[in-house]
């Protein structure tokens, strides 16, 4: 039972790269969100799926897309990196009755 | 939206003595407060929670404490030792489906 996991776990991007976070649970829990960590700022939620199939917007969802690809997976795309999307990202997925389960993160630099 | 404000952003403790943080929030429908301990280069892991309908929890050297009519909950430790060392995050939500956190307190712990 691996929990929560995200790749990768560290990436450097230049500005205007894309690329895609993704992250996996095995916990059969419906939903999933993905937030960003920033110091002084605590964790912000950026997008959420409640469900496969349906994905909303959190706090700070620009520059951002989402897919729920299936119950297991939710993954992040920054379609073009900004210096501003640099950043710690952490997935989640909720579980009974109320815990949410954290990925390792993923580091990322944007030049 | 909610709001989440948390109090001290640092705090440096002796080893033995306790610890208090505090936390406000905005919306009065919340009804969720749980608090995560996020260790350096770690991911946030939930270590106690508590319920609108209830003013106090306790497990073992941690306890939390519920104020609504102030809006207001506090994480407390005692008898602190070094491995309580770390960043510690409250939140707030309506059930536990979408969290606001505070920005967080970093605890050091003194031997």
């Known amino acids: 039972n691996a929990g929560v996991t995200q790749t990768p776990k560290f990436q450097v991007l230049k500005t205007g790269q894309s690329m895609t976070l993704q992250c996996a649970q095995d916990?059969?829990?419906?939903?999933m969100y993905w937030y960003r960590q920033d110091p002084g700022m605590g964790l912000r939620l950026i997008y959420y799926s409640a469900s496969e199939g349906t994905t909303d917007k959190g706090e700070v969802p620009n520059g951002y897309n989402v897919s729920r690809l299936n119950k297991r997976e939710f993954s992040l795309r920054l379609e073009s990196a900004a210096p501003s999307q640099t950043s710690v990202y952490f997935c989640?997925?909720?579980?009974?009755?109320?815990?949410?389960?954290f990925g390792p993160g993923t580091r990322l630099t944007v030049l | 939206g909610e709001n989440v404000e948390q109090h001290p952003s640092t705090l440096s403790v002796q080893e033995g003595d306790s610890a208090v943080i505090k936390c406000t929030y905005s919306?009065?429908?919340?009804?969720?407060f749980p608090w995560y301990k996020q260790e350096l280069g770690k991911r946030p892991q939930l270590i106690i929670d508590i319920r609108s309908n209830v003013g106090e929890k306790k497990d073992q050297r941690i306890a939390v404490t519920l104020n609504k009519t102030a809006k207001h909950f506090s994480l407390h430790i005692t008898e602190t030792q070094p491995e309580d060392s770390a960043v510690y995050f409250c939140?707030?939500?309506?059930?536990?489906?979408?969290?606001?956190f505070g920005a967080g307190t970093t605890v050091t712990v003194r031997a």
């Open positions: 919306d009065s429908a919340s009804n969720y």
């Open positions: 989640a997925s909720l579980g009974p009755p109320d815990e949410q389960f």
């Open positions: 939140a707030a939500s309506k059930g536990g489906y979408k969290l606001s």
């Open positions: 916990m059969n829990h419906n939903s």
